[in-house]
Each structure stands twice: as C-alpha cells, then as structure tokens.
C-alpha cells in the first residue's frame, strides 16, 4: 500500500481539479510557469498543446491536482508500441529461441507450462521438441523452435489447431502469459540478463530489421518514441508521478524503462511466483486473483486491477472496479484492446496511438466526454483503415469471448467510426 494514505489525503484537491479540467477542455494559454514540451513533430492537430495545457493544469507549478500539499497526480503509460515502437516481450522471446534459453517443461509435460493450453498444443509441441536435456535446442532445432514461436505469436499450432482454451478475455491473454511462464527455472537476474542482450540488439539493429528464428523471419529492431520520452520527462519535471504497465513480463521491462528515465519500482508486467530463487510456470494474482490461479494479469481489465492495486493501494474484489475520481490517473496512453479499461479511468486526457484496434479506436473516435486525443504511431504509422469500425456490432470481446457492440457507461450502443487520424 506505498500510496494508499496519500491518495485518501488529497482526493479532495484531485476531485476538485478533475472538474475545473473537465469544465475547460480546450488549451490554454500557456504561462511559461511549468515545463514545456520539447518536441513539436509528430504530434497531430492539437494534440500537443492539450497535453500542455493538462500539465499546466495540473501540475506544481499550476492551480490543478499537482498544487495540492503532498500530492503527484499520476500518469499511467502502456509499454509496448506505445512508449516504444515494437514488443519487448516478443524481442526476449525472439533472444531466447535464438539462443536455446527455454528450459524443457516440467517431466515433458507441456500442460505445465499453462493451464489454458490444449491437448493439440501440448500434443504438438511435444511431437515438435525433444524430450532429453534442461534446456531446449531451438537455437538449431528449427522444428522445436517453430511449434513455440507460432503458439506463443499465433496462439495455434504450426497446424493450425488452437492452442489455449478456457480463459477469461477481459483479464488474460495465455499467449503473453505463457512469456513468463517459458522462464520457469530461471533466476531473475538470468532473465534480465537475457532482457538486456535482447534490448542491446534490437537497438543496435536498423529499423526495419528482421532476424530468423526457426523458419520464419521476425522483427528484429525495436525504438523509443523521442515523442514519449520528452512527454514523459516533463511530466516528472511538473511533478507528475509517472508509471508504466505493460502485459510483457515485468523482469523484462524493468530493463527498458531506465531509457525513459522511470524507475523500475514504477513498472507493473506480469510478475511470477518464484520458489527457492527461481521462476515457476505461475504468475502472481490481483484482486479476487491468488497468486498461482494464473487468471489476472495486466491486460485490459487486470490492468485497471494492477493499477488500482499497486499505485492506489486498493485491495481485494474493489481493486477490479473503478475507483472514485479522486483515485484515479489523471493521464493514462496506450496503443490497444489491451489499455481500454485502464484509459477510460483516466480523468483529465487519454492518449492513443492508431494500431487499428476496434474496441479502443471505437470509444476513442466516440469521444463522448472530449477527454479522448488519437496521434498516428511516431514511427511508421499506419494508413487509414478503409472500412469502419463495427463498434454497432462486433468491436467489443466479451469475458467468454463472445463478440458484442461497444457500449458506453450509460450502456448505449458506441456507432460505427471512421478512421480519420492516420499516417500519411
């Protein structure tokens, strides 16, 4: 509970700001009083000075939330194709494979790796991997290395038979779950080490770079956003408290937030249960979650769980629900289905990068409170998406993963949008 008794002290003075904000959505004109931003390129319309004027409003220098005794309000950034271009759980995924670091399941038993995963997947995946040794020969076993890269990237066998079943969709996806769970036996500082490596290469690599593995050839390069760093660094400098989630493993993003200059404490992933020093095949809980039910992780609403739980102290069933305003990230950005929950709490401006997802672009376009701003990708953004975006009717997956119409808090029907912030 690190923030719990700071937050109960100041949710009067972020009440009371969130409604000035709220009543005065356009940009103002900037004082010269707080940090500004640095970086004008990229940003589309008016983007920019909204992001201004919220930290004007604010922040320590101004009248809002930050100008209360005691008190940071918080901002809340998605990791993966968000602050960075590309996925760092798929470059570590990628290193791992290419090097033999994923350990051979427990007694061969690929069912122990998740307990989502079919019997065609474990079927395949031990037809595919051999069954001796610790670790597993997919820096040469092209077989092996295929049959995990396409269930953990496709969530299917290299067949095509769907490979995790029975998971609730507003709280995990077993295709990232199943990251962390394929480190099962190694110590954390193994798995930043192999972080690290990975970072280093996709760094290093051009943009556009592809690297083998198995078969196939995947992304190879990954890029900070010079947009995010410089939104995220005056952020802190008007007194923000910034943090990060992402639904990689948090072992692994803890090694790239430094290059944004958040801490480590400040970023929530999937985080493992360890036994003796070493990472097992469960993740921790929240919530209603225990810690080894592998049923919560940080994507879509364990991600609101997540942050309520580990930014505002919020505890048990009531960290899965939303919060009073005055418990909430006053800015929160991310880039898909993955972020809605979480974007939605915000209360002064949601951010989002255009990847062409249904549900999030549906209530970003919608806009129904002007608290939504949509900003092309920084790097190779996308074109406009030629159809529209059947919010009326399948844009939203339900728990079980049935297909619905996106609704609103009041529960009317979100309509159809077309796509008008894209690349060029």
């Known amino acids: 509970m690190r923030n719990a008794r700071r937050w109960q002290a100041a949710a009067a003075a972020l009440a009371i700001a969130g409604s000035a904000f709220a009543a005065a959505p356009t940009a103002q004109a900037h004082t010269g009083a707080c940090p500004t931003l640095t970086i004008s390129q990229g940003w589309y319309g008016q983007n920019q000075a909204r992001l201004q004027e919220l930290i004007d409003s604010y922040g320590k220098c ?6 209360a005794k005691g008190h940071k309000p918080v901002a809340v950034f998605d990791w993966d194709n968000t602050v960075v271009k590309n ?8 290193w791992m494979l290419r090097h033999s670091k994923i350990r051979r399941p427990q007694h061969g038993d690929w069912h122990t790796t998740s307990r989502y995963l079919t019997d065609q997947a474990a079927t395949a995946l031990a037809a595919a991997c051999p069954s001796g040794g610790r670790t597993l020969p997919t820096a040469t076993d092209t077989r092996c290395a295929d049959e995990i890269r396409t269930v953990y990237g496709e969530g299917t066998t290299t067949k095509g038979a769907t490979a995790f079943t029975g998971f609730d969709r507003r709280r995990i996806e077993p295709q990232y779950a199943w990251l962390a769970q394929l480190m099962n036996g190694w110590r ?17 690599a051009p943009m556009g770079t592809e690297q083998q593995v198995g078969t196939a050839k995947v992304t190879g390069w990954v890029r900070y956003y010079d947009q995010q760093r410089d939104l995220i660094r005056t952020f802190q400098k008007a007194g923000f408290d910034v943090w990060i989630t992402s639904a990689s493993p948090e072992t692994v993003v803890d090694e790239w937030v430094g290059g944004v200059g958040v801490a480590k404490d400040h970023a929530i992933g999937i985080r493992s249960v360890t036994s003796h020093g070493r990472i097992t095949p469960h993740i921790k809980g929240c919530g209603t979650v225990a810690d080894g039910e592998d049923g919560m992780i940080t994507y879509i609403d364990g991600k609101r769980c997540w942050i309520n739980q580990e930014i505002f102290g919020v505890r048990g069933a009531a960290a899965e ?61 996308k074109g406009r998406k030629s159809a529209a975006y059947p919010c009326s009717t399948t844009a939203y997956t339900d728990h079980d993963g049935t297909a619905a119409p996106v609704r609103r808090g009041d529960g009317t029907v979100v309509a159809d949008q077309q796509d008008t912030v894209y690349g060029g």
């Open 321 to 381: 629900k939303v919060q009073p305003a005055a418990r909430r990230q006053v800015f929160a950005a991310g880039d898909s289905d993955t972020d809605v929950s979480f974007l939605r709490d915000a209360t002064g401006l949601r951010l989002v990068l255009n990847r062409n997802k249904n549900e999030l672009m549906c209530r970003a376009y919608d806009n129904n409170d002007g608290r939504w701003i949509v900003n092309p990708m920084f790097i190779q953004p």
């Open 62 to 67: 101004g009248k809002g939330a930050g100008a």
């Open 87 to 94: 996925d760092v759980g798929d470059a570590t995924m990628y």
């Open 188 to 204: 954390t500082a193994d798995i930043k080490a192999f972080a690290r490596a990975a970072r280093t290469e996709n760094l290093a």
